[in-house]
């Protein structure tokens, strides 16, 4: 790679005015006049609508807490997350550097305690977010469009989704209700089943539904029907291979990791072994035109994320990788915020990573692809048309 001198900050300014993308940039990173910026991330970051396909979004005081402890192979989460009332959404976006995250709600960590219950969080939960995009001065994103109009404007943005849809309880109905609410991503399966009609096996337990059931297919086509894009994160194999038979549309996997990367952190790694895929099962999603989300968890450095990226980029190729970092956006403890997962990372999470894909090697234009480029072509294909 062909060494790049360092810049002072009063010629990177200029460089990244120069792109149009200097209010896409954080001084937070910026640390004095010798620091060493490669004058391609402001290029970069131009033109990329930096998308992270998975991450937690909790306002204060809709943390949820399960039920009966972490499943096997899932952090405590409810010990790790540390949420303060004075961060809020538009602020740790800003700061973030992305354009947009997915936000999400961990719906089966909730207290549902009888039928009704996940839907009543639900609601609660997404009347907390409308709160916090209206402090904020935010809409959530419906279509590209949006997409493309928060990243000219400067102004990020949400996807609005869910982790697992357990809200619905055998009401079909329930889709269009937080569809309507402005759902456009829906991720189907967690850890627990829909207590009243379950929508398939996933990968952290023991398979008893046969792979996606009758019913988890009804709603994967109503998803189709009205433009939201399904995500078959913790999905078991057979649970995937059931929703390519009835989809009409591209789907999802917004966070894991192939099962052939350890990563440094060899106790966490264990931990989420059941979470990972295995090569063929991204294939088939990347075959049906979707893309395969890589997170943080496994990496203990930005350095060892980008070698995960580079492995999933290599099984499935550029076009079918994005990142779905699972981490929560307004934590404020290393290791679990967006903004904080790697303590040493010099400022907004994503200019520092496509810093460092630089450096590896990545071109610009993998990526444009990889961080969020891909995310907005599916995205784009499954709500168009739609309101």
Known sequence: MKHTPALSRRR?????????????????????????????????LSRTIGIDMHNH??????????????????????????????????????????????????????PNNKPGD????????????????????????????????????????????????????????????????????LQLLHDRDDMVSPLGDTNTNPAHLGGLTAFGAEVVKECNRLGILVDLAHASHETVLGALKVATQPFIVSHTSLDTHI?????????????????????????????????????DSLSDFVVSIKQMVDAIGSDHVGIGTDNDLLATRPGQGTNTVYPNMAGGFFPALVGEMLRQGFTPDEIGKVGGGNYCRVFGKVTAGHA
């Open 12 to 44: 990177f300014l200029a460089t990244a005015a120069a792109a149009g993308s200097a209010t896409l940039l954080q001084p937070s990173w910026l640390k004095g006049e010798d620091s060493a910026v490669d004058p391609r991330i402001a290029q970069v």
């Open 57 to 110: 979004v909790y306002p204060a005081g809709t943390e949820p807490h399960p039920q009966h402890g972490p499943q096997a192979g899932q952090p405590p989460r409810q010990q790790e997350q540390q949420q303060s009332p004075d961060l809020f959404i538009a602020e740790e976006l800003k700061r973030s550097g992305l354009t947009a995250v997915c936000a999400s709600f961990v719906l089966d960590f909730a």
């Open 118 to 185: 996940a839907r009543d969080n639900f609601l609660h939960w997404l009347a907390a977010i409308d709160a916090q995009l209206q402090a904020g001065h935010m809409h959530r994103a419906l279509s590209l469009k949006d997409l493309k109009a928060a990243h000219e404007h400067a102004q990020p943005t949400i996807v609005q989704t869910v982790e697992g849809a357990h809200f619905i309880e055998g009401h079909l109905d329930r889709v269009e209700e937080v569809y309507k609410r402005g759902l456009r991503h």
């Open 263 to 299: 990563g440094s952190n060899l106790r966490m790694a264990e931990m989420m072994k059941p979470r990972l895929i295995s090569k063929e099962h991204a294939r088939v999603v990347a075959d049906a035109g979707g893309i395969v989300g890589v997170w943080t968890h496994l990496a």
